[in-house]
């Protein structure tokens, strides 16, 4: 079974630069994430969808990020303009429609914004 | 509001000891509980989980925890360290209504030769 992917690995920009990442989830899961983790904290949550609906977004910062997930399938995320303090690494996860089905996480994006 | 708080950012153990990683949670409903490991520049792998069945969970690579409702603790236990364990190590929580995670900073081990 394929996992989830994700593209670009890494990616460097200059402040007030666009970027935009890729999430695939694993196929059939309904339920896809998108994960901020800066360096030596946990991961916190930027956008829930279920198919292609928002579930939760209460944490993502809308003047400047922007996610969409046609078809209920693939995913995007968006920064447009990027901040310094976006540098991070940006993980997708995707899983069941159950409380209690873990997440399964894609490998991340590494984004530095000089 | 639900949390996840992990004790001790850092630890360090010697090979061939006992791995003890805290993990509390608040919670005004019953929870789900997960443990994941991060492995340098690799995403989130699942080690165990909590689903409300037996109290202690087995999980992959030798790696247990008990859930205990009383001290609202998740803490993972290994018993014998590898340096393969060397990694970041997050515990998490899900509410059993809704697919929402809360993770804890992460507690980074270090296994010692």
């Known amino acids: 079974e394929a996992g989830v992917a994700q593209s670009p690995r890494y990616k460097i920009i200059e402040k007030r630069q666009s970027v935009a990442f890729w999430c695939n989830p694993i196929s059939g899961h309904a339920t896809l994430y998108w994960y901020q983790q800066i360096l030596g904290q946990g991961p916190k949550l930027l956008i829930q ?3 292609n609906g928002v579930v939760d977004d209460s944490q993502l910062p809308k003047d400047r990020f922007s996610a969409e997930r046609l078809k209920g399938v693939d995913s995007t995320l968006k920064i447009q303009p990027a901040k310094l303090e976006d540098s991070a690494v940006y993980l997708c996860a995707s899983s069941l429609s159950s409380p209690y089905n873990e997440q399964f996480f894609g490998p991340g994006t590494r984004l530095t914004v000089l | 509001a639900q949390s996840v708080t992990q004790l001790g950012s850092h630890v360090s153990v010697s090979e061939g000891a006992l791995v003890l990683l805290r993990c509390n949670y608040s919670s005004s409903v019953p929870p789900y509980l997960f443990w994941y490991v991060q492995y340098p520049n ?11 069945a037996a109290t202690l969970v087995k ?3 030798g790696f247990e925890a008990e859930f205990k409702k009383s ?3 998740f803490h993972l236990t290994k018993p014998s ?7 970041e190590y997050f515990c998490a929580v899900s509410l059993y209504n809704f697919n929402k995670f809360y993770f804890g900073s992460g507690t980074k081990l270090n296994v010692k030769p």
Not at chain 2, 42 to 52: E, I
Request: overall charge negative; charged content about 10%.
């Open chain 2, 59 to 61: 999980g992959i690579n």
């Open chain 2, 71 to 73: 001290e609202t603790s």
């Open chain 2, 81 to 87: 360290a590898h340096m393969s364990d060397a990694a």
């Open chain 2, 42 to 52: 690799q995403g989130l792998q699942l080690l165990l989980k909590y689903t409300s």
């Open chain 1, 49 to 51: 969808f279920q198919n």
